[in-house]
């Protein structure tokens, strides 16, 4: 980026900050003097830089989408494929040996209306956990969201400063700006840089840490399955 927004330098800002002083500054002695004129060189860098910083921002900020969707995609599968898959190994090997009974017994209906029973409990067990995945994908969109309302206010401050800067005619309110461009070149740098790292951090690390928490009821999954291994004995019995 213009100022190096994805990989912070504090050096590499306190220098550029003390480029436009000495250039103000410079512009002085040189003659070229007074406010008038420092404020156009300094507005001049401003709408150089940030411009970019904010169009790359907002690429970097809505980027961290493509992650938040995988993630969260991926602890779904790991939930409703994986984790009940293993949690439900033991239902598996008892309804094979009661579809084998049923089978001599001519009560087939029973496996299967124990089969639908089954089913039924899997969406049950994966709705609360899948509920909790939906609601942190969520906060990652609010993030975005949060995030982008600071680039905005960024760019509407850069907005408001150019075009009072056009607008001055006169060494006094030129010096005004001049004080205000040079804090707004510094404010705006920190601003960008935190509004991607805010999505970047939520998006890429703590996300990652919550999800990871994430899992079904085991307990009360395995109940309920035992509760539909009983009522099938029961109806072939």
């Given at each position: 980026m213009a100022r190096k927004i994805l990989i912070s330098q504090s050096v590499t800002m306190l220098s550029k900050i003390t480029v436009l002083f000495f250039v103000a500054h410079a512009?002085?002695?040189?003659?070229?003097?007074?406010?008038?004129?420092?404020?156009?060189?300094?507005?001049?860098?401003?709408?150089?830089?940030?411009?970019?910083?904010?169009?790359?921002?907002?690429?970097?900020?809505?980027?961290?989408?493509?992650?938040?969707?995988?993630?969260?995609?991926?602890?779904?599968?790991?939930?409703?494929?994986?984790?009940?898959?293993?949690?439900?190994?033991?239902?598996?090997?008892?309804?094979?040996?009661?579809?084998?009974?049923?089978?001599?017994?001519?009560?087939?209906?029973?496996?299967?209306e124990g089969m639908e029973l089954f089913f039924d409990l899997n969406n049950t067990a994966i709705a609360k956990p899948f509920r909790k995945i939906n609601n942190y994908y969520n906060k990652g969109y609010l993030i975005v969201f949060k995030s982008d309302d600071k680039i905005d206010a960024v760019s509407k401050t850069l907005k408001d400063l150019t075009t009072r800067a056009d607008n001055c005619a006169e060494d006094e309110c030129a010096s005004v700006l001049v004080k205000e461009a040079i804090s707004f070149y510094s404010s705006s740098y920190e601003d960008i840089k935190a509004a991607i790292a805010d999505i970047t951090q939520y998006a890429q690390v703590d996300l990652l840490k919550i999800l990871a928490t994430i899992q079904i009821d085991k307990e009360s999954y395995v109940s309920g399955y035992n509760g539909i291994l009983e009522r099938v004995k029961l109806c072939i019995d």
């Open positions: 512009a002085s002695a040189f003659h070229l003097t007074g406010p008038q004129e420092q404020l156009q060189i300094i507005m001049k860098e401003i709408k150089r830089d940030v411009p970019v910083d904010i169009n790359e921002a907002l690429i970097s900020i809505r980027a961290n989408l493509a992650p938040l969707s995988y993630y969260t995609d991926n602890a779904k599968t790991r939930i409703a494929i994986t984790d009940l898959k293993v949690d439900a190994q033991p239902f598996w090997t008892k309804i094979a040996e009661l579809d084998e009974q049923a089978k001599k017994v001519g009560r087939l209906g029973c496996i299967e």
